[in-house]
């Protein structure tokens, strides 16, 4: 955390020193954040628990009404690209506009979002360990399908290695975010009208799981023109 501070404020002094920090946004956010134990894991990787999805989002933007602020909602990555299109004067996608939300928006006229009912879905395929969550702002339900248990025992060589993995059939958890906010007590989706909800919004996305529980399974093959580009981020 030291390290990125630091970094960050070298940017914003050049900025400064440039005459350019009062006419650019700014985006500081994180792609996942890290387990320290409060579940019995650490890092990141397959866990679902808040302390590993949750992500800081600081924004800067003279397109802001007012300065300093914070919203109470729910937002994700995919929700990022829209205030900075917003705040750079460009036009917004009809396919972002459809399926993500304006921060500057938020912001700036908060009456015109209500959030009450948003639901966000992530999912995660590593190792041959699938899951997914279903968010909205007060319940989670957690899903763990199958995991592929040749790709697991090829990596981990014995289940015990990783205790929460499931195996033979898909298990799901709902917390009851506006009561268990650290996730300490699940309960079951069907004796919980929110864990109900959220179940039904599961199946709905089925397909959509499916492929994003996917990734990270097997091997994927790279083709040239990637592999350039990543080799030129170092």
């Excluded at 299109?85 to 996608?93: E, N, Q």
């Excluded at 060589?157 to 958890?173: C, D, H, N, T």
């Excluded at 009561?179 to 709905?204: I, V």
């Amino acid at each position: 955390l030291a390290f990125a501070d630091h970094e960050l404020g070298r940017l914003f002094d050049h900025l400064r020193g440039a005459g350019l920090w009062d006419e650019v946004t700014v985006a500081v956010t994180a792609d996942h954040a890290d387990a320290f134990g409060e579940h019995g894991a650490y890092r990141h990787a397959f866990h679902m628990w808040d302390e590993v999805l949750r992500v800081p989002l600081l924004l800067r933007s003279p397109a802001f009404k007012e300065r300093g602020g914070s919203v109470d909602r729910l937002f994700g990555h995919h929700d990022l690209a829209i205030p900075l299109l917003d705040a750079a004067g460009l036009g917004v996608p009809d396919e972002l506009a459809l399926h993500g939300v304006s921060i500057l928006q938020e912001m700036n006229d908060p009456a015109a979002y209500d959030a009450k009912d948003r639901i966000l879905v992530q999912g995660a395929g590593v190792h041959g360990i699938r899951r997914a969550v279903v968010r909205s702002r007060t319940g989670k339900l957690v899903a763990h399908f199958p995991t592929q248990e040749g790709t697991f025992m090829r990596k981990f060589g014995s289940r015990a290695k990783v205790p929460s993995a499931v195996f033979g059939k898909q298990k799901r958890l709902f917390f009851d975010i506006s009561a268990d906010p650290f996730e300490r007590n699940p309960l079951s989706p069907e004796d919980h009208p929110e864990g109900r909800r959220l179940s039904a919004d599961l199946a709905r996305r089925g397909r959509l799981m499916a492929l994003m529980t996917e990734a990270g399974v097997g091997p994927r093959r790279i083709d040239k023109q990637l592999r350039r580009r990543l080799e030129s981020l170092g």
